[in-house]
């Protein structure tokens, strides 16, 4: 049987509009406190949101954390996107973002729309960990890499009631790790996206639709040989035409 998380939401009426209207007020009050300089604060409304993980006896509360890992992530990854800017604009964008993902992919329990969200936290975690400490020790990126691939994996995992989702996540996790220790010494941006979050997004990407498609009973021969032929070159096209003259050591 599948498993999917269980999200709570008002059905209807007053509770609705009040669910509705305190989501929104979320990434506007983020906003309001970047712009004053209390990015602190925005972290821990992002905490405060998620109270009802800690309403329960403390036994339940890992596994509650790690059920609202990936909105967490995200929540975090906007809030670093907003104070690596000084321009209001982009903060404003920065927080209309996070209000689509709470109204639009959040909400989704479908086995594409937990796919989607794992896909997309990891994309922003690791935009966000190269954005805002690209110049820490490699042991912190490392780390930092690895958690968000552990997280987002088995969000991903989970929702297919995968029976190997522990092994599967600790190897994702494992190959992060490893390519954020090798590009740690030679580390390229192409704009606001570094080179280890761009070949992470594209390497989960390919591997994610043809497990989605394997499970769905779609995948054949001729579609993996497709999605392993783009992705390899992605890849190299990425490694050939990089400037590696413009590094970080």
């Not at 329960?56 to 929540?75: E, K």
């Not at 991903?156 to 522990?166: K, L, N, V």
């Amino acid at each position: 049987m599948r498993r999917f998380l269980t999200k709570v939401r008002p059905s209807g009426g007053f509770a609705q509009i009040l669910h509705l209207a305190l989501t929104i007020a979320l990434p506007l009050l983020m906003y309001v406190f970047v712009r004053i300089d209390l990015a602190q604060l925005a972290v821990a409304a992002i905490i405060l949101s998620k109270w009802r993980m800690f309403a329960v006896r403390p036994r339940y509360w890992l596994a509650n954390i790690q059920a609202n890992g990936v909105d967490i992530l995200a929540g975090l990854s906007f809030v670093i996107f907003m104070t690596q800017t000084t321009s209001q604009l982009w903060q404003l964008i920065w927080a209309v973002g996070y209000l689509m993902w709470l109204l639009l992919i959040k909400p989704g329990t479908s086995l594409l729309s937990t796919s989607i969200q794992a896909l997309l936290a990891q994309l922003l975690g690791l935009m966000a960990v190269y954005m805002a400490w690209a110049g820490a020790p490699s042991f912190v990126l490392i780390l930092a890499v690895w958690a968000i691939c552990f997280v987002t994996a088995r969000h991903f995992f989970t929702s297919f009631d995968e029976p190997y989702t522990r092994f599967l996540t600790s190897l994702w996790a494992f190959f992060g790790g490893c390519l954020a220790w090798i590009t740690s010494h030679w580390l390229l941006y192409y704009g606001i996206v570094a080179q280890p979050a761009l070949l992470l997004s594209v390497i989960g990407f390919s591997l994610s639709s043809m497990y989605y498609l394997e499970k769905a009973g779609k995948l054949s021969t001729l579609v993996r040989r497709q999605f392993l032929f783009i992705t390899l070159a992605i890849i190299v096209v990425v490694l050939v035409f990089s400037d590696w003259g413009d590094k970080t050591v």
